[in-house]
T-cell receptor
Framework: RKEVEQDPGPFNVPEGATVAFNCTYS??????FFWYRQDCRKEPKLLMS?????NEDGRFTAQLNRASQYISLLIRDSKLSDSATYLCVVSKPDAGNNRKLIWGLGTSLAVNP | EAGVTQFPSHSVIEKGQTVTLRCDPISGHDNLYWYRRVMGKEIKFLLH????????ESGMPNNRFLAERTGGTYSTLKVQPAELEDSGVYFCASSPDGSYEQYFGPGTRLTVT
């Protein structure tokens, strides 16, 4: 079983739509959670961290359910520029305080005019 | 402030040859990470430096890969001899001490033929 699982999509949505991505992780000791965005042939960039209480940044809302080991990302009023791959990422510091990131495969989003 | 830089951006080599990838982290970032994405697979952790010391190299595929970080500044990742399965995009990321947020370089796309 993969450590971080995501539906690879692709999700094709019209401009203005609301779209939700889900992710599950297998290691209950995971402590930090993130959504990264990656454009084609570019490096991944941090979109937002995910906190236990849920957090919002403009049109983006992230939620975490530790009991179900489930993370979500909601994008409202989607724009053409939101087209990208969204990567679910978790991290668990080890005894040496290494904060390596464990990645999902990513979910591809295409926002259409 | 300059971001993480990587060199070269692309490298095409033949099986059995040697290639050295370079990463310059953001100035002042003690933590430096190497990751790799093979086509169709998740981004995978390779290793983590704290300053010049290897904190965790559990993700290094085998002893054909050698990473160094001289003086705790830039890092190199050498593959010798390269095999076909080493093809992929190699990302470097850095972060300041105590932070989970990692800043990624643009990656080096390695093709072994």
């Amino acid at each position: 079983r993969k450590e971080v699982e995501q539906d690879p999509g692709p999700f094709n949505v019209p401009e203005g739509a609301t779209v939700a991505f889900n992710c599950t992780y297998s290691n209950s000791a995971s402590q930090s959670f993130f959504w990264y965005r990656q454009d084609c042939r570019k490096e991944p960039k941090l979109l937002m961290s995910v906190y236990s209480s849920g957090n919002e940044d403009g049109r983006f809302t992230a939620q975490l359910n530790r009991a179900s080991q489930y993370i979500s990302l909601l994008i409202r009023d989607s724009k053409l520029s939101d087209s990208a791959t969204y990567l679910c990422v978790v991290s668990k510091p080890d005894a040496g305080n290494n904060r390596k990131l464990i990645w999902g495969l990513g979910t591809s989003l295409a926002v259409n005019p | 402030e300059a971001g993480v830089t990587q060199f070269p951006s692309h490298s095409v080599i033949e099986k059995g040859q040697t290639v050295t990838l370079r990463c310059d982290p953001i100035s002042g970032h003690d933590n430096l990470y190497w990751y790799r994405r093979v086509m169709g697979k998740e981004i995978k952790f390779l290793l983590h430096f704290v300053k010049e010391s290897k904190q965790d190299e559990s993700g290094m595929p085998n002893n054909r890969f050698l990473a160094e970080r001289t003086g705790g500044t830039y890092s190199t990742l050498k593959v010798q001899p390269a095999e076909l399965e080493d093809s992929g995009v190699y990302f470097c990321a850095s972060s300041p001490d105590g932070s989970y947020e990692q800043y990624f370089g643009p990656g080096t796309r390695l093709t072994v033929t």
